[in-house]
């Protein structure tokens, strides 16, 4: 009776009391290509992880009907028999094994003496290959003599031999390189002619313009409508993304900017994986006394990569060069960053900004230790008068500065480790998504703290997902796209989020 | 629409997982207090070992002598576990002391009876040997990033074979009588009380200045009656101590050395940046590393002093001996280790004290001692010693509140 393969009606899921998804739908037709767009955050994966079962039934309300049947999935392995299968962002291939252990694993072809019988799985995923048109790939080759874009083929060819009515491809391009990425599209579309319907995930507006048939567009948590991709353009898409009100939690505060102070020249840095392929592709700019530099872009753009190689920790092989009041320095590690006056809070606090046994009071130390010896030893009046100076100004919720910096809330963490980086005095401060998992009230409290200190002078560069964030507090914005720089806009009344978004999707060349 | 049927699961959920966190709560508040008082714990552990040792050896494990003698057979390990507990706490593991103490108490015997060497310059000369070879070890985990488990794998089996080259292997003696001296000298009895009054003056000064301090800071002091309760225990435990020791013969040397190396230690790691730098690369390295922190110098100092420790390990192995031995040292690396982690040091590095690790040594003393003298199969004993430390890494995981 239904002419659809799967409808999703009205999916809410909640984490601990937050609506990650409010009532979404979304509906594929055999055979179809269906676009899933939103900003970051809005809830496309969590989406697809009910679908997929990795939330399952249970958890989440709304209906999922499969051929016209109600699917109750509760493990993984349910919904891969029911014919769908979710192709991860990071790929979950086992570089070690040969090709066809990877596209068999845990199915393997046994023989009668419950050996793997590897001359029939090796057979069988030759056949498999060269069906999908992939013969050059040996199935006898270990995964890791083949580049990224070759294992994400395999990735397919593993979830077709799992018989998938169903493709799920969650940012399937997003570590391609561009011959890569055309050779995917390419598959993709082939499957679809046979009849296997996929569902595209992409923050990349030209691949879902150029392969899918409708569009299903999603914002914080809520469905927003979907259309036949025929009927759309990319510019209506990227309203129906954005198209969220400005509110006034921005602090705006009026400050004075002066000359320039830091100049970055020519940054690349290649990825330590897949070294064809530039994270960072030669990216110039410049920050001036006492401005907010926001750094917009969709995730996996490269912003990351370029500010940690800006402070000397990032782990590939990268180039370029870093001026301080004109004059060049050589930054090769964090110290000598520090030691120069830059300073950096890292995007994942847990893995990089807090030592977790450490006190609050000791962490925020860390980076001054050796400004505080007398006589060889810590001299602890003035570490604690420091400490309680810190608290105080950040205004950092504790019982104690001695207490554990893992027993403090995720805002309060973050607060201890950007005064970490604040003790050095730097003339310059990067902050990576400094208000990740933070609440509300400590957003608020580190917006006013940003615009109290480029009011005495220092410069900031802040990387942000979100763009009613760097809109709202940024005095000039970079948008980087795919390692490029691909806007420098001065934040005044007419930069809106359409023409950051638009500016982080479209790729130089054309916009040349 | 949809509406009702969604938002009724999310409420139950809500109730249940109210309901599991007052639970969870409770047993973590137990875990919590557990890991709190872990010292104290086995501080117990000992009493009760003690108490059980003295019943079946119809009380000769409680005499004068044979507690003398127990710590004196510490000592050595003692040593060495001062120097693993940090190695520990900066997430890292040194399998080499052992062979590195037989090949520096091998180096000592040879420069005090070969080249008549004097003490004064034997012991200097071997620790900064020892310290060098450490920090070798450290330059290979910290610059090269060879994991410090193969690191030091290879130095277990390297140092042993220039041991054996070195010493042709045979046993080199007769030692100097002042070298063994090192091993089998006592302090005089007024020298240890006096040492006792130092310890418990010591003691006291440091908790009322950091009361004051505390309360200067505006940070929650403890009330005056727990402190004083601690100090009245730690006054009888010195008692006790020194008591006990001059009643047989006063202080031993190595037991002295230890009690040096415990509180220099101790000062290090809760007061120089150096000892506040390794609690940081144990619990975090990246952290630590982007805080602009040269970690690389820090576990390369780490090792280094390992290897300095060994080192006097090693100059008190040969003056207990009374020669150099091309097998001393032989499997010491696990009984500190496992001194260490008895003693609270936790694996995944950034936790641990000096206290902790030498606490952990009298145990696996006491262990070694009290089942000699009740004539227990060594095979028995070594069963007994492996349940001891399974049990010890258990409570740890059991008891910890994160993963």
Request: with cysteine; glycine share 10%.
């Amino acid at each position: 009776m239904s002419d659809y393969l799967l409808e999703m009606r009205g999916i809410t899921k909640s984490f601990s009391g937050v609506k990650a998804l409010d009532g979404i739908d979304l509906r594929v037709r055999p055979g179809e290509c269906v676009g899933l767009c939103g900003e970051n955050g809005a809830g496309k994966s969590t989406m697809m992880k009910v679908l997929s079962a990795v939330h399952p039934y249970g958890s989440w309300g709304g209906t999922i009907l499969w051929n016209g049947q109600e699917l109750r999935c509760t493990t993984i392995k349910e919904s891969e028999e029911a014919g769908i299968v979710i192709i991860h962002q990071e790929l979950m291939l086992i570089p070690q094994l040969s090709v066809a252990e990877n596209i068999f694993l845990g199915r393997e072809p046994r023989t009668f003496g419950g050996m793997i019988d590897f001359d029939a799985m090796y057979v069988e995923a030759a056949r498999l290959l060269s069906g999908l048109r992939m013969g050059h790939i040996n199935p006898v080759q270990p995964v890791s003599n083949y580049a990224g874009g070759e294992q994400q083929l395999i990735e397919i060819a593993k979830a077709l031999s799992k018989n998938a009515k169903l493709l799920i491809l969650d940012e399937p391009t997003s570590s391609l390189t561009k011959s890569e990425t055309a050779i995917l599209l390419r598959l993709v579309k082939d499957l679809k002619s046979r009849g296997t319907a996929c569902v595209y995930i992409s923050h990349k507006l030209e691949e879902i313009e150029e392969i899918a048939d409708s569009v299903t567009v999603i914002r914080d948590g809520r469905f927003v409508g979907d259309a036949p991709m025929a009927d759309l353009t990319t510019s209506d898409i990227i309203r129906m993304m954005v198209g969220r009100e400005m509110n006034n939690l921005f602090p705006r505060e009026e400050h004075p900017i002066g000359e320039i102070v830091f100049e970055a020249i020519g940054i690349t840095c290649l990825d330590p994986e897949n070294r064809l392929r530039k994270r960072v592709d030669d990216v110039s700019f410049s920050l001036r006394k006492g401005e907010i530099l926001g750094i917009a872009g969709l995730v996996g753009a490269g912003r990351t990569e370029l500010v940690s190689a800006l402070f000397g920790a990032y782990r590939g092989t990268h180039s370029g060069e870093v001026k301080i009041d004109g004059k060049l320095v050589k930054i090769r590690n964090p110290r000598e960053a520090v030691r120069h006056g830059l300073c950096m809070v890292p995007e994942d606090r847990k893995a990089h900004g807090i030592v977790p046994g450490l006190g609050v009071g000791y962490n925020i130390t860390l980076s001054v230790l050796d400004d505080f010896t007398k006589a060889g030893l810590i001299d602890e009046a003035q570490e604690f008068a420091t400490i309680g100076d810190a608290i105080k100004r950040l205004r950092i919720k504790t019982a104690s500065p001695l207490l554990p910096i893992s027993n403090l809330s995720g805002g309060n963490q973050q607060k201890a480790v950007i005064s970490k980086m604040l003790e050095p005095k730097p003339r310059v401060l990067i902050l990576d998504e400094p208000t990740r998992g933070v609440d509300v009230g400590a957003k608020y409290e580190i917006y006013k703290l940003m615009f109290s200190l480029v009011r005495e002078g220092m410069s900031i560069i802040m990387v942000s997902s979100e763009l009613p964030e760097v809109l709202g507090i940024s005095d000039r914005v970079l948008v980087i796209g795919e390692g490029e720089l691909r806007g420098d806009f001065i934040n005044d009344d007419t930069l809106t989020q359409e023409r950051v978004l638009t500016a982080a999707i479209t790729p130089l060349k054309r916009a040349a | 629409m949809t509406e009702t049927t969604s938002v009724a699961p999310t409420q139950a959920d809500v109730a249940i997982a109210k309901a599991d966190r007052r639970q969870i709560l409770k047993v973590e508040h137990l875990k919590g207090a557990f890991a709190r008082y872990k010292i104290l714990a086995l501080v117990v552990a000992i009493a009760i070992i003690w108490a059980l040792f003295t019943q079946l050896t119809g009380g000769d494990f409680l005499t004068a002598r044979n507690l003398s003698n127990l710590l004196r057979q510490m000592a050595i390990n003692g040593m060495v576990a001062t120097g693993m507990v940090f190695v520990i706490i900066s997430g890292e593991i040194d399998l080499s002391v052992g062979s590195l103490l037989g090949l520096m108490g091998g180096l000592a015997a040879i420069f005090d009876v070969t080249y008549h060497l004097p003490l004064f310059v034997t012991i200097p000369l071997v620790m900064l040997l020892g310290a060098m070879v450490g920090a070798f070890n450290g330059y290979w985990v910290a610059f090269l990033r060879v994991p410090s488990f193969i690191v030091t794998l290879a130095g277990f089996l390297a140092f042993r074979g220039v041991l054996l080259g070195v010493t042709g292997g045979v046993t080199i003696a007769p030692v100097s009588p002042a070298l063994i001296s090192v091993s089998q000298s006592y302090l005089p009895d007024v020298a240890g009380y006096g040492l006792g009054v130092l310890v418990f003056a010591t003691l006291a000064l440091t908790t009322l200045r950091s009361r004051a301090k505390r309360a200067q800071h505006g940070l929650s002091v403890p009330p005056m009656a727990v402190d004083l309760g601690k100090l009245a225990v730690a006054a009888v435990v010195i008692v006790g101590f020194f008591g006990i020791l001059d009643a047989y013969r006063g202080v031993p040397l190595p037991v002295l050395i230890v009690l040096v190396l415990l509180g220099a230690f101790t000062v290090m790691a809760r007061r120089t940046v150096f000892g506040r730098r390794i609690y940081a690369v144990g619990g975090n390295l990246e952290a630590t590393r982007l805080s602009g922190v040269n970690v690389q110098m820090v576990k390369l100092a780490v090792f280094a002093l390992m290897g300095a420790m060994a080192a006097l390990a090693g100059i008190a192995t040969t003056a207990r001996l009374a020669a150099g031995s091309p097998s001393a040292g032989t499997g010491q690396e696990l009984d500190a280790i496992a001194a260490c982690i008895i003693g609270g040091t936790s694996m995944r590095g950034g936790a641990g004290t000096v206290f902790g690790a030498l606490i952990g040594a009298l145990i696996i003393a006491t262990l070694d001692n009290g089942m000699s003298m009740l004539g227990v199969d060594t095979y028995w004993q070594m069963i007994v010693k492996g349940l001891i430390l399974l049990l010890a890494v258990w409570l740890d995981v059991a008891t910890s509140t994160k993963r």
